[in-house]
């Protein structure tokens, strides 16, 4: 057995596989993941050990959370990193072993991953009933579950119904949910799709998870918090703006992930996490840089152009070219030389090299800014568009755009469209559930 | 009587390797999936029909287009045998289809034949 030791000793030595699932008030711990020492972020729960559950969980997220608990192969543990407030479900009464840890303890990952392939720790046992979904065995005349394999209903499921496509064909539709908890698309983004092929032929946003709970967390746990708060009590200038670059670099470092680009978005992340007023050449490089590279270029120009009779804020609407801008009408911001950016095109492409370009100048902002404080009262320019008390998050006019943006798209166009607009469903609920930021 | 010692050594070592691989198989298979560990990973649900769709092979034009163009290239055979002893004009003559060719896929380009969507 001497053998055995030795091989769950090399394998507890390895990188941690974790899968994390973001819940409620998570986002803003979200980023540091990646960058914790052993712990490999992985886009699949079928490639990961450890589950880790950031921030509560809603009662829309529950089965979500379950159906991917059980998706992880095992030997698997669940860690939660429930944050400040723990007035959600308690994951401990729904999964049995659950590994409490304080918000970005990596050692916690780390000792977990060795105990459970040292053998020192129990695989979770399964959370959902070992019940099949449809009733198969034994049905048909071979027992396959149903009449034959074309129209019939195999292994319980039936198959997808036909509808034209733009070539004059009659081609099988496959309908689709995806999401909660799917990488690529924002935490609790829930997309009804009909797919044919790789092409996206309808589109429906399903009900936010982060809603229908209205003694949830207050939105003091969004990654904006920090405007929302300003945009009430007075904050200095410097703050907000370093703020603004930070919330923009982790988007792009998000972005670089999906698009392949794992070490450059780590070296995104580190730079995020560090971020000082003395940094703005640092990240006018990184700007420069990404804009040599030719095949992140090749695959986010001409993708999911928004114009700007569709958003008319923010910077989903200075990347199409349109000037608008809150900090222009706020006093705060006389006389240090601000102007907006803008970018034309208004596609994936333009959205990035836009929110990069915000970054550098906020960084600059922050420097010429000194000791200035902003005073509560005109609308706040937050990281995805203007705060105003009595207006809804912007978010939320985001998400309602997504159906007319993806329909027609292709499955790696649309992934790329949704990542470009910066979206945030809890920030979506919060907006609807109170109406005003305030 | 050699050769079938041989073929015999070879029958039984190919049994053996089979009949070992299908054990080493059902050593490692020891975890038994249930039904929601085995669904596809779809974020969170399970997928309401079944993944056997026919969908569109949406690269046949470009794979019409390759064929085209690769027949072509059989006239270039007898072309090489000849062209030392023609030279000069056997060059001009293949740049001149080749030139025609390049039309073909300029125009098949124009009209979104190279298009994937």
Known sequence: ????????????????????????????????IALLGG????????????????????????????????????????????????????????????????????????GVFAELVGGGRLSDPPALPDDEPAEWRGVGPYGQGGTGMTGGVPYGRPLAKRSPDPDGLELDQLPLRIGPMFPPLPPGLILDIALQGDVIREVAVGDNPFLGHPDGPAPAGLDTALFLEAARRPQPVATIELARARHHLRWAAGTLRLHGLASESLRVLRLARALRPEHALEVETLARRLRG?????????????????????????????????????????????????????????????????EAAQALDLANRAGARVRQPGPALEGPRGPLSAGEALPSAALVDLLPRLLVGQEWGDAMT????????????????RAGAPA | MAAFGAALTVVVAVGLGVLFTRWIG????????????????????????????????????????????????????????????????????????????????????????????
């Open chain 1, 293 to 357: 590279r030719r095949s992140l270029s090749w695959a986010t120009r001409g993708v999911g152009v928004v114009t700007p009779a569709q958003v008319g804020f923010g910077p989903v609407a200075r990347a199409a070219g349109v000037a608008v801008d809150a900090r222009l009408d706020d006093p705060a911001y006389d006389g240090i030389g601000f102007s907006p950016v803008v970018n034309d095109g208004g596609d994936a492409r333009a959205r990035l090299r836009q929110r990069l370009a």
């Open chain 1, 417 to 432: 469209t949704v990542a470009s607009l910066d979206l945030d469903l809890e920030e979506a609920a919060a907006g609807a």
């Open chain 1, 39 to 110: 712990v490999r972020v992985v886009d699949s729960p079928r490639a990961a050990n450890v589950l880790l559950v950031v921030g509560g969980i809603t009662p829309g997220l529950l089965a979500p959370l379950l159906q991917v608990h059980d998706q992880l192969p095992t030997p698997r543990a669940t860690v939660w990193w429930p944050g400040e407030p723990v007035e959600h479900q308690d994951l401990r009464t729904v999964l049995g072993e659950v590994v409490v840890a304080r918000p970005g303890d990596g050692d916690t990952l780390r």
């Open chain 2, 26 to 117: 059902l050593a490692l298979d020891s975890a038994t999936l249930t039904p929601p560990e085995r669904v596809p990973f779809l974020g969170g649900g399970q997928p309401e029909v079944h993944a056997w769709s026919r969908f569109h092979v949406r690269y046949y034009a470009m794979a019409l287009l390759f064929l085209a163009f690769d027949m072509e290239m059989v006239f270039m055979y007898p072309w090489a045998v000849v062209f030392v002893e023609e030279g000069a004009v056997a060059l001009a003559e293949m740049l001149m289809f080749i030139v025609i060719l390049l039309l073909g896929i300029l125009y098949a380009w124009r009209e979104g034949a190279l298009e994937w969507a």
């Open chain 1, 1 to 32: 057995m001497g053998l055995r030791r030795a091989l769950a000793r090399l394998a507890a030595a390895a990188e941690a596989p974790v899968f994390p699932v973001i819940g409620a008030g998570g986002r803003s711990v979200a980023g540091e």
